[in-house]
């Protein structure tokens, strides 16, 4: 019982977050999951609720994807091409000093722009900055599994709308989790036990999605910017609780 307890309160948890603001599922429910399962078997059901949610979610913004394909294609291919880099750098760095390091970028940003009236407002078109984010973000996603921290501090710095910063983002996490679960399944992580699990967690994380796009819907695109920035302290405060437990 304690097994399909904490799965279905982290497939809830990890689902409305993932409808409401497109990222963050990993870090709000792993602590669930890790509970009572397997570390891979864990991510395997994390990295499966993720995507359904994602898919849900891109119903919501499918009309904004080619207005915004530039800033999309900018931000995931290079993510595409750091992901493999980030696994084989494994070998080399230690993931844990990377997630200290996240965490804490995480817990600054967020903290600074949490207590200010005004918000970031970046405008204007940075190719090379959002290159270069896409690639650290996926080379981390790779590493240590935090491939939605880095694009999402930028984006909730940017003077854009709620829906073109959650497209962008959607589609990004969306494609980078889509190969996390390929390399997942080749290396033989869905087993029966591991879908049956995935398929629970799939269902409750839906209906979850469901109720957080409802509240995304209702959000100015400055309540989405200050949302992501808090988020982002939320994020750094559970990372650091998770490094130091």
């Known amino acids: 019982m304690e097994l399909y307890l904490l799965l279905v309160i982290g ?37 499966a609720l993720s995507i359904f949610a994602g898919i849900l979610g891109m119903f919501t913004v499918y009309q904004h994807i080619l207005p915004n394909k530039k800033a999309i294609i900018r931000l995931t291919i290079p993510g595409l091409l750091g ?26 940003y967020g903290g600074y722009f949490s207590t200010r009236a005004e918000l970031p407002r970046l405008k204007g078109r940075f190719v090379v900055i959002d290159a270069l984010v896409g690639f650290i973000g996926g080379f981390l996603g790779g590493l240590a599994a935090l491939s939605g921290a880095l694009p999402t ?3 909730a710095a940017r003077d854009r709308e709620k829906q073109d910063t959650r ?21 033989g992580a869905y087993t029966a036990e591991t879908l049956y699990l995935s398929a629970i967690a799939v269902a ?19 309540q989405f910017q200050r949302l992501l920035i808090t988020m982002c302290l939320i994020s750094g405060v559970i990372m650091f609780y998770r490094i130091i437990a």
């Open 11 to 47: 497939a809830l948890a990890a689902g409305f977050v993932n409808g409401l603001a497109g990222f963050g599922s990993a870090l709000f429910a792993l602590g669930f999951f890790l509970a009572v399962m397997p570390p891979l078997q864990a991510v395997a059901v994390i990295v």
């Open 83 to 108: 992901v493999p880099m980030g696994i084989w750098a494994l070998v080399y760095l230690s993931a844990d000093h990377l997630r200290i390091l996240v965490a804490a970028l995480l817990l600054v």
């Open 153 to 155: 501090m930028w984006y």
């Open 167 to 187: 497209t962008i983002l959607q589609c990004y996490n969306l494609t980078l989790l889509t190969l996390a679960g390929i390399l997942l399944a080749i290396k």
């Open 204 to 222: 409750v994380a839906l209906v979850a999605a469901k109720i957080g796009l409802w509240v995304f819907k209702r959000l100015s695109s400055a």
